[in-house]
């Protein structure tokens, strides 16, 4: 099996059981690495929203990513900071989502997100530009189902005068990348469905929802 493999996924999860695992992703990966040193603070103060929706084809995705930012956009920063949007049955395929991502930013900008909010991405095969399938930076973007992230501009602004210096962050990820392992990876992974599974698949503090879009 290539490292890092990808995340292994049910074919078709309840929104309860793709929520929980990918919020206890996000505990285990991104917060317990310290892969984003500013996702801590957000989630100790329940201010992510993470939301399953139901789409199965990319118009329904598109309409629900608009919701969601216009949604984020209404919100007082201290009642939601952040939203992870999780579509496990649409886009399926990197490549797919990877060609997705110009269309959702194009239609956030027309929707007034532009100096607003950003679109981060998120896969279960997620492959940076110029990388290997096999390449270890890759595991940083690898998420439990394919997920879109929408960050508030301000928030990134904070980021970047607290941690000015961004390459060491993604130094430091690569290296503790390397040092975990394709074994240590694996291990993660297990973990993170344990976690959802202990949790009842859905029973944790974070905003939860699922659905189609209004």
Not at 15 to 32: E, F, K, M, N, Y
Not at 133 to 158: G, W
Not at 197 to 211: E, I, N
Request: glycine share 4%; hydrophobic share 40%; with cysteine.
């Amino acid at each position: 099996m290539p490292w890092p493999a990808p995340c292994p996924v049910a074919a078709s999860p309840d929104a309860s059981t793709a929520a929980a695992r990918t919020l206890a992703w996000v505990d285990r990966a991104v917060i317990g690495l310290n892969l984003c040193p500013f996702a801590r603070a957000v989630r100790v103060k329940n201010q992510i929203r993470c939301v399953v929706i139901d789409a199965t084809d990319v118009e329904t995705l598109l309409r629900a990513l608009c919701d969601e930012a216009q949604r984020l956009m209404d919100t007082e920063p201290a009642q939601c900071e952040t939203t992870l949007i999780v579509h496990p049955q649409v886009l399926t395929d990197f490549g797919d989502y990877n060609d997705f991502l110009d269309l959702a930013e194009a239609a956030l900008d027309e929707i007034g997100c532009d100096g607003v909010l950003q679109l981060a991405s998120f896969h279960p095969d997620y492959q940076f530009a110029g990388t290997d399938p096999d390449d270890v930076t890759n595991a940083t973007n690898r998420s439990p189902y394919p997920t879109l992230h929408l960050i508030r501009e301000e928030s990134i602004d904070r980021a970047v005068q607290a941690f000015p210096d961004a390459a060491a962050i993604y130094e430091t990820n690569i290296a503790t990348m390397e040092a975990l392992g394709e074994a240590g990876w694996s291990d993660l992974l297990a973990a993170c469905r344990d976690d959802a599974a202990a949790s009842g698949c859905g029973a944790t503090p974070s905003d939860l929802s699922h659905g189609q879009p209004s």
